[in-house]
């Protein structure tokens, strides 16, 4: 687990809590963007002009990196396309899709790129199945669960898109995550790390995904 997924304590394996992950997925309002990536060379000025982009700007997590996040849909889920890089380019996107309460996630249709038929796995280290962790400081609990993390590759022939230029490589997982004080406060969510580079796409996991395993141990994420 990283600063990126959740903002909290170092985390310890707990047992599961109550899953409350959405087994109906629309990953149709991100294909647009994702077409961008299959087929133009990463440049912010080629994702600049993509619908509701927001400026570039340094990364708020390190002054040496630079994000621009478009906004795909606000209400439910939040769904979100960051891209983070370097000040000459883009070298990764995170696309999220996002929703708070309980009462709101299993009707919710979030967005699961692994679904796309055409897809192929990629050794790895760094794909999970059910792993939960938590944390406790004074009268405030946080915690996590995973349902699935798996690293694959989107070929620019995939059966399920139209051919492309650029093959792309991509860790996709489910997460949800909570906080108790005198309340409890969850959110579910789906993320799919996305780069155009395979040697990196190890790196991207440890920053931005899932990299604790079900001992509490942090990994290193190899991709081959």
Do not use: H
Request: aromatic share 10%; with cysteine; hydrophobic share 30%.
């Amino acid at each position: 687990m990283n600063k990126y997924l959740l903002a909290s304590l170092f985390l310890v394996p707990t047992l599961s809590f109550a899953s409350n992950f959405s087994e109906v997925f629309d990953t149709r309002p991100v294909i647009p963007t994702v077409e961008k990536m299959r087929n133009n060379t990463w440049t912010w000025k080629n994702f600049a002009n993509l619908p509701n982009m927001g400026k570039l700007e340094r990364d708020s997590e390190n002054k040496n990196r630079y994000t621009m996040t478009q906004t795909i849909r606000e209400d439910n889920p939040q769904t979100t396309i960051t891209f983070y890089g370097s000040k000459e380019r883009p070298e990764v996107a995170v696309i999220e899709s996002r929703t708070w309460g309980a009462g709101n996630t299993q009707s919710s249709k979030f967005v699961r790129l692994d679904k796309l038929k055409g897809n192929m796995p990629l050794k790895n280290n760094c794909n999970f199945k059910d792993v939960s962790t938590s944390d406790r400081d004074d009268d405030v609990e946080t915690g996590a669960s995973v349902d699935f993390q798996q690293a694959y590759m989107m070929p620019k022939n995939i059966a399920s898109l139209s051919p492309a230029k650029n093959d792309l490589y991509l860790a996709s997982s489910q997460i949800e995550s909570y906080v108790v004080t005198s309340t409890f406060q969850t959110q579910v969510y789906t993320m799919s790390i996305v780069t155009p580079e395979k040697n990196k796409l190890g790196q991207f996991i440890n920053k931005y995904g899932w990299d604790t395993n079900s001992k509490g141990k942090k990994i290193t994420c190899n991709v081959s």
